[in-house]
């Protein structure tokens, strides 16, 4: 398909998944959404499963590009920069009934296997950056020698996916999540050596200060 | 109603959300798991969504009472055990298709307010569980005396939500969750002072010997 049809189909997409949220979605609203017939629509997808994966699989891609340039002075900026990204993203595209409808196919997973691989595709490129700033933090003296960057990825995968849930399900701040997790950082992972990555100013030895630092 | 009519309803309720799943799940399903007629069903409760916010409200007793006693040595055992009971409920009473069905009904709280405020009372009972163990902790010692009990509480729970939202999404094994919580309590709340909770063996100082003394 032309890529300005494949565009108008997945903006539909999402801003009908926003509207109508998962369960009730119908391809007439996505059509609506998309500006195009019903009939079009069909000639592109056969049906409201195969667009959503196509649509989880453009989500997916953007995912990847969104957090695999995140900035900071060192590896725990750098994490708790990519965290903040996945949390709360910089642009509005992702509102409240946009987790809500996604929290609705991860709800889904267990009964269908294309959904649940593309879900464990997420885990899997968000749980790898992780990793990858972990190991950087690690061997750069940032956080503890002690840290297994395997383990303690899937750890803070997991916690995102709580505060994301919890979002949805009774309304946590996200912002209050992040602050939470950056205690988390400061406790379990930075090196006693490392600067405090909420103050910048409480090293008790000086050796952390490129963090904050300008 | 008879107790004998609520205690099978309830359990109809668990059953049918088990095999049919939250959104499919109808009257019908429910009358049939619970051995009663649509009517007799229907004589009880006028819905399917008054029925489920009783479930819920009977769902929330039973957990209050499950973490309320459980046992340890000190907070770090009572903590573990706590989140142990709340990822792998000693009785099968939680199958993978339940916490699946939990996670629809999740998904569904933002259009629902009977539901969410449900689940809020689900948290409230949690996080006021962990934080008070979290203050034992701190008072007896086995925790770091900077441990913020109200805010390591918050993360606490959200990990766990993570935890099982996780386990319905992907698969990750509830036991792994555990496992990487172990690791969690170990670098971020234990004094320096208190035995490894994993191996009972490694204390530098020999000070936190009632932790798997026995």
């Known amino acids: 398909m032309s890529s300005d049809a494949a565009t108008d189909i ?5 801003s009908a998944l926003r509207t109508h949220g998962y369960a009730e979605l119908t391809m007439q609203d996505i059509a609506d959404e998309a500006g ?3 009939a079009a629509l069909h000639y592109h997808f056969d049906c409201k499963h195969d667009l959503l994966l196509a649509f989880l699989d453009r989500l997916l891609a953007r995912f990847r590009e969104r957090i695999s340039d995140v900035g900071g002075d060192d590896a725990a900026d750098r994490l708790l920069s990519l965290v ?3 949390l709360l993203p910089p642009t509005d595209g992702e509102p409240h009934e946009f987790r809500t409808a996604l929290l ?4 889904q997973a267990p009964y269908d296997e294309a959904y649940r691989s593309r879900l464990e ?3 899997e490129v968000l749980t790898e950056e992780v990793r990858s700033i972990l190991e950087d933090g690690v061997a750069e003296g940032t956080f503890c020698d002690d840290v297994d960057p395997a ?18 399900a009774v309304g946590t701040a996200l912002g209050d999540s992040l602050e939470a997790f ?3 950082v400061e406790r379990a992972l930075l090196a006693p050596a490392a600067t405090s990555v909420t103050d910048g100013g409480d090293a008790d030895d ?5 963090v904050d630092g300008e």
Chains 1, 2 share one sequence.
Do not use: C, W
Not at 104 to 107: H, P, T, V
Not at 151 to 168: I, P
């Open 36 to 38: 195009l017939s019903k």
């Open 151 to 168: 383990e303690a990825a899937s750890f803070v995968v997991t916690y995102v996916r709580g505060a994301r849930t919890e979002n949805v």
């Open 84 to 86: 903040e990204t996945v």
């Open 104 to 107: 609705e196919i991860e709800a």
């Open 206 to 210: 000086g050796a952390g200060d490129e």
């Open 10 to 14: 997945m903006d539909g997409t999402h």
């Open 182 to 184: 950056r205690g988390y």
């Open 121 to 123: 595709r997420f885990d």
